[in-house]
């Protein structure tokens, strides 16, 4: 059975770090793009960074460009999301994401994205 999870969101105060983690199982990574989603309150769900598994070629939303290091463990199946400089607007529930697509032909829209896990909470705040 194919299966994402996600771990390591929690409450940070600004400025702080986290790193969150994509755990695929049932799935062979390089052969998917994997993305993160984040959903504010209130919010549309919206890409803030993908990677294509097979090359390495990512992207990154404007807002975390700078701040935030998308990076995949192939040999075990992990995408892990760096996060630093957080601020309170990256508050929001984060989704990991696979894609069938080749990488370069998505571009960070939810309907490409074919696998979703639970999400995890992050919260920024002092």
């Known amino acids: 059975q194919e299966q994402l999870v996600e771990s390591g969101g929690g409450l940070v105060q600004p400025g702080g770090s986290l790193r969150l983690s994509c755990g695929a199982s049932?799935?062979?990574?390089?052969?998917?793009?994997i993305a993160w989603f984040r959903q504010g309150p209130g919010k549309e769900r919206k890409e803030v960074s993908s990677?294509?598994?097979?090359?390495?070629?990512?992207r990154y939303a404007d807002s975390v460009k700078g701040r935030f290091t998308i990076s995949r463990d192939n040999a075990k199946n992990m995408v892990y999301l760096q996060m630093n400089s957080l601020k309170p607007e990256d508050t929001g529930v984060y989704f990991c994401?696979?894609?069938?697509?080749?990488?370069?032909?998505?571009?960070?829209?939810?309907?490409?994205?074919?696998?979703w896990g639970q999400g995890t909470q992050v919260t920024v705040s002092s």
């Open positions: 049932g799935f062979v990574l390089p052969y998917y793009a």
């Open positions: 994401a696979a894609s069938i697509r080749y990488w370069h032909d998505t571009s960070g829209r939810v309907y490409e994205y074919d696998h």
């Open positions: 990677i294509s598994t097979i090359d390495g070629a990512t």
